[in-house]
């Protein structure tokens, strides 16, 4: 009986250690599940068409093409697995009564983060 509050604490310690691992995708280096959230500069009732896109470095992580014939009620997002670095989000926003797409392009790093809130600018 006495070994066993050691291994308890052994095991507690090893399943923290395990968790925190699985939750931070072990300190960046793993990609984990991350919510990206696109802040753009246009009045979202005017949006009729909206392509997202995440990238890592030169390669393409994410592409989602959206319409919306009444316009977005709220800050569209994305789900992407991704782990810690330089990154880039774009947004091409076509606009009701436009004759072509506005795009957006902003860096970011998600870190530990698991929700990434991006503030796009006007080009």
Same mark, same amino acid.
């Given at each position: 009986?006495?070994?066993?509050?050691?291994?308890?604490?052994?095991?507690?310690?090893?399943?923290?250690? =395990?968790?925190?691992?699985?939750?931070?995708?072990?300190?960046?280096?793993?990609?984990? &599940?991350?919510?990206?959230?696109?802040?753009?500069?246009?009045?979202?009732?005017?949006?009729?068409?909206?392509?997202?896109?995440?990238?890592?470095?030169?390669?393409?992580?994410?592409?989602?093409?959206?319409?919306?014939?009444?316009?977005?009620?709220?800050?569209?997002?994305?789900?992407?697995?991704?782990?810690? =670095?330089?990154?880039?989000?774009?947004?091409?926003?076509?606009?009701?009564?436009?004759?072509?797409?506005?795009?957006?392009?902003?860096?970011?790093?998600?870190?530990? &983060?698991?929700?990434?809130?991006?503030?796009?600018?006007?080009?």
């Amino acid at each position: 009986m006495k070994n066993r509050p050691g291994k308890l604490l052994v095991m507690a310690i090893v399943l923290g250690g =395990g968790l925190l691992l699985w939750r931070t995708g072990a300190f960046g280096v793993f990609p984990t &599940d991350r919510t990206i959230v696109w802040r753009l500069p246009v009045s979202y009732g005017e949006v009729r068409k909206l392509e997202l896109q995440v990238w890592g470095e030169e390669e393409l992580l994410k592409r989602e093409e959206l319409e919306y014939p009444a316009g977005i009620v709220g800050e569209p997002s994305l789900k992407v697995p991704l782990s810690a =670095g330089p990154h880039r989000a774009i947004a091409n926003v076509w606009l009701m009564g436009a004759k072509g797409a506005i795009g957006f392009s902003a860096p970011f790093d998600p870190r530990g &983060d698991e929700a990434i809130v991006i503030e796009m600018k006007k080009p």
